[in-house]
C-alpha cells in the first residue's frame, strides 16, 4: 500500500451539522490530493484501517470517497482499493477542488491557467451581456458594486459581492452553458483575490476597473464592455504575479 502522509483531520471533532464527518474527511482527503500528499497512482489507506485509525465510521470513509470519485481525484476497484487518479482526469473546475488547491501553495502555471480561462471566457461573456442585459441586471449589477465599495475586497462580504457581480454578468448572457460556467468563475475570482492578499493588502484598489466595466455594459456598448473586461483580468493577473514575487 502506497502512502505519501497521512493528512490531519483535526476538524472532524468540530464537523457541525451544516458539515458533516464525511465532509471533512472528504475535505481533508482532497486537499492532502491536490497539494500532492498523495500522489497519481497511490493507493490510500482501507476503509477499515483509515476509519480505526481516526475513530469514524466506514460508511463515511465510503461517503468521502464517493464525494472525491465524482471530482475525479480518486477510482475505487474491487481488490485494489481506491487509487488517486492522473491529473488530467481531475475535475479543477468543481469549487471544492479549486478551493482546495488554493489551501496549499498552487502552482504558478495552474494559476496562470486560471487566468488563461477567465480570459477566454469573462470578455465574451461581457460583449454579451452588454447586448442582452435587463435594466434588472443592471440594478443586481450596481447592487453588487456597492457593497464591494462598501466592505472591500479585504472583507468576506466584499469578496461575495465581487463573485455576485461577475456572476450577474454571465447570468445576463443568457446563454445557458456559459451559466453553466458561472459557480466555477465565482470560485476562480474568489481564491485568486483572497491569495493576492494572503501576505498582505492587495497592491491597489480594483473597484474603479469594475466601474468602468458596469459602465459600458450598461451603456450596452459592446466592445467597450469586452474591453474593459479584459483590462480588469489582466490587472488582475498582474497583482497576483506580483503576490507571488512578494
Request: no cysteine; charged share 25%.
Amino acid at each position: 500500500m502506497v502512502s505519501r502522509g497521512t493528512p490531519r483531520f483535526g476538524r472532524l471533532g468540530e464537523a457541525s451539522g451544516s458539515r458533516r464527518i464525511h465532509g471533512a474527511i472528504a475535505h481533508d482527503l482532497g486537499v492532502a490530493i491536490v497539494s500532492g500528499v498523495h500522489q497519481p497512482g497511490d493507493i490510500l489507506s482501507g476503509e477499515i484501517e483509515f476509519s480505526e485509525q481516526l475513530k469514524v465510521s466506514r460508511s463515511a470513509y465510503r461517503e468521502a470517497v464517493r464525494i472525491l470519485a465524482a471530482k475525479g481525484l480518486v477510482e475505487s476497484r474491487p481488490k485494489t482499493g481506491t487509487r488517486v487518479t492522473e491529473r488530467s482526469r481531475w475535475q479543477l473546475l468543481d469549487p471544492d477542488v479549486l478551493a482546495w488547491s488554493f489551501e496549499s501553495e498552487p502552482s504558478e502555471d495552474f494559476i496562470r491557467d486560471l487566468f488563461e480561462l477567465r480570459l477566454i471566457v469573462e470578455p465574451a461573456a461581457a460583449e454579451l451581456a452588454a447586448r442582452r442585459r435587463t435594466e434588472q441586471d443592471l440594478v443586481h449589477m450596481s447592487a453588487a458594486l456597492e457593497e464591494m465599495a462598501r466592505w472591500g475586497l479585504a472583507d468576506a462580504q466584499g469578496q461575495a459581492a465581487d463573485q455576485l457581480f461577475h456572476n450577474r454578468i454571465l447570468q445576463a448572457t443568457r446563454n445557458a452553458p456559459l451559466i453553466s460556467l458561472s459557480s466555477s468563475i465565482e470560485a476562480a475570482v474568489r481564491w485568486t483575490t483572497i491569495f493576492k492578499q494572503r501576505k498582505g493588502k492587495l497592491p491597489r484598489d480594483p473597484l474603479p476597473d469594475h466601474r468602468l466595466l458596469f459602465t459600458a455594459i450598461a451603456a450596452a456598448d459592446p466592445a467597450a464592455a469586452r474591453g474593459a473586461m479584459t483590462e480588469l483580468v489582466h490587472l488582475a493577473l498582474e497583482d497576483t504575479a506580483m503576490s507571488l514575487r512578494a
